[in-house]
């Protein structure tokens, strides 16, 4: 075996034993060399690993998606039916004329359209690539362009309200597919339904080279104009693996996860992992909702659940005891992601769930989990966790022309990461420069900078583009913000570095207050105060803002950038990931 060429992929294998899903993966870049051609019936496909597996199994009828509409009716999907609806979905594109790596988009809410085309785009070689509803034309103009959309699957309204008007600036999108429309509009504009009522049920997928891309997917733009990260099927073979060993999927689960396909967490973990792993997805039609999704966890009996720190804080926020309303005794994990998780987040869910939130690091690019507090170890709160099998992290300093490991514990630097674990993007499209410029020597870097203990756990420190720069001192906002919510009367923080001609730039918080406090002076300095008393001087924030909302991106992440640009009177940049409230 070619071992050398498959590091990371090494230790993912011995961990998987049993699933033959790598070995698969491992035959195919031997043969790959050997033959030089795509011999029949091999290869690695995302979806066959998904749904053909389970759907030719004893779990033919275990359901794969139950999705809960807006007025919390349900539907199944069975590991059988989805089967036979992506295979319409894929017969539909190969009729259509859509080729190997061509890119279908989808702009809808959480339906079953979304899932089946994802599925169905995959099963036929060409590479999905999902995009928000709640993006504005021009956003998705930007996207559907950049990414070259040959096909997109939508609705009525979202065509009409935000597609429309683009077509003539968007030369290569062939045809649009409309969801809830029973008759074709014209010859580019189809009905999806009437499409799948044509199509066979029947698709054989072609051999699909590990290599091939999947998915194509557009980061969150918190630190600037969102970038296109593409990623291969090979990637698979990380969804199953964090699956198994951070999600700790088992056999009957019922799991959740609150991201929208929109963001790759949607994707990774909203569609394909649960998938592979043959447990039950719920997917939720509606946005957050306190009341609503507590009474998802009881109805549906959720097992896993993985949402992000934005709605944890939320819910932190209501101050109610759930377990005293809603029966929750199916709940056996919860993994959040997106951005830290703060100790006291962490150890709410001790006290309000009886099990500690886990926090888990990724990002974008990476394209699942690298580093995480998962089942089998202690959790450190506040902490990221450790990374995981088959992946390599370091912290480390970096020059424009030397990068060097770290490795005295508790020493703060970037974080970077060993290149090629099977779900590493594979390029940011038309952005070929951006892409070398992430990797140094057999290192990724990850534009996050970090600290790692002793015990080998990771701490985040925060964005490199985010740090602030004090009387020589480095500030990561994450310590700040993590201080300032343990003050009685803060919801949530965030702080920037602002320019001071003294000492370089001057920390600013901007805090929501929980309900029941008003930002007067008195609230302001014993902020102030305790900030002070527990950070330090240096440390602690020399100005204080009160705010209703902190601008966060519609993945959940707080905007620093933003903040920083309206309390300086710059330009905005790039805002169309901002979720407007
Ligand atoms: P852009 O790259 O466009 O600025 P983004 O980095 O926010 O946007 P994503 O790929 O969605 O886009 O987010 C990944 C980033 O989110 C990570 O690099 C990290 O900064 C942050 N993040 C994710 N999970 C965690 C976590 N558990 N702890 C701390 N930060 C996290
Ligand atoms: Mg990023």
């Known amino acids: 075996m070619a071992a050398e060429l498959l590091t990371g992929q090494g230790v993912i294998a011995n961990n998987l034993q049993n699933y033959d899903l790598c070995y698969r993966s491992f035959n195919w870049q031997q043969e790959r060399g050997e033959l030089n051609g795509l011999p029949e019936n091999k290869g690695l496909n995302i979806a066959y690993e998904a749904i053909e597996r389970h759907a030719n199994s004893e779990l033919a009828n275990t359901i794969a998606l139950r999705w809960i509409r807006k007025d919390h009716t349900t539907q199944d999907f069975s590991y059988s039916s989805l089967q036979h609806l992506t295979s319409r979905f894929a017969n539909v594109l190969v009729n259509l004329g859509i080729k190997r790596g061509e890119k279908v988009f989808t702009l809808s809410g959480r339906i079953p359209e979304l899932y089946i085309a994802a599925l169905g785009t995959l099963k036929a070689t060409a590479v999905y690539c999902p995009l928000f509803p709640v993006f504005g034309p021009e956003p998705v103009f930007q996207r559907l362009s950049r990414g070259e959309a040959k096909v997109l699957v939508t609705t009525r309204a979202l065509f009409e309200k935000k597609v429309k008007q683009l077509l003539n600036r968007l030369p290569s999108l062939q045809y649009i597919l409309i969801t809830d429309e029973e008759a074709h509009i014209d010859k580019n504009v189809l ?152 100790a006291e987040a962490v150890m709410w869910g001790e006290k309000t769930f009886g099990m500690p939130i886990l926090d888990n690091w990724w990002q974008t690019e990476t394209g699942g989990i690298m580093i995480a507090n998962y089942p089998s170890m202690k959790v450190k709160p506040g902490s990221m966790g450790k990374p995981l099998p088959g992946t390599e992290a370091a912290i480390a300093e970096i020059t424009d022309t030397t990068i060097n490991i770290i490795t005295e514990p508790g020493k703060q630097g970037h974080l970077v990461l060993k290149k090629d674990w099977p779900s590493m993007f594979r390029a940011y499209i038309h952005d070929e420069d951006r892409y070398k410029k992430c990797f140094r020597n057999e290192w990724y870097f990850t534009g996050d900078l970090a600290r790692k203990d002793a015990d080998g756990y990771y701490w985040f420190v925060g964005r490199a583009d985010d740090i602030i720069k004090t009387s020589g001192h480095m500030v990561g906002p994450f310590e700040v913000e993590s201080t300032l919510m343990e003050h009685v009367a803060v919801a949530e923080a965030a702080v920037i570095g602002k320019p001071d001609p003294v000492i370089g730039e001057i920390v600013k918080a901007f805090i929501v207050l929980k309900h029941g406090f008003t930002g007067n002076e008195k609230v302001q300095l014993d902020i102030l105060a305790f900030a002070r008393q527990k950070l330090g001087a240096a440390v602690a924030p020399k100005e204080i803002s009160f705010i209703e909302e902190l601008p966060k991106t519609r993945s959940g992440k707080i905007l620093r950038r933003l903040l920083k640009a309206r309390e300086l009177g710059l330009p905005e940049g790039d805002i169309s990931t901002l979720e407007k409230s």
Not at 204 to 232: C, N, Q, R, W, Y
């Open 191 to 342: 009905s999806f339904p009437r499409l799948m009522e044509e199509a066979g049920d029947e698709f054989s997928i072609p051999p699909t080279d590990p290599e091939d891309a999947a998915l194509l997917h557009f980061t969150s733009g918190t630190t600037g104009m969102p970038k296109g990260a593409l990623h291969v099927h090979n990637a698979v073979l990380m969804h199953y693996m964090t699956g198994k060993n951070v999600l700790d999927f088992h056999k009957g689960d019922v799991f959740w996860c609150t991201a929208d396909p929109g963001w790759v967490t949607g994707t990774s973990y909203g569609i394909i992992a649960p998938l592979v792993c043959g447990v039950t997805n719920v997917v939720d039609e509606e946005e957050f909702d306190a009341v609503r999704w507590y009474s998802i966890l009881e109805k549906q009996q959720v097992n896993v659940w993985y949402t992000a720190p934005t709605a944890i804080r939320r819910l932190m926020r209501m101050n109610i005891k759930p377990r005293d309303i809603y029966n929750l005794q199916s709940l056996r994990l919860i993994c959040s992601v997106g951005e830290p998780l703060h």
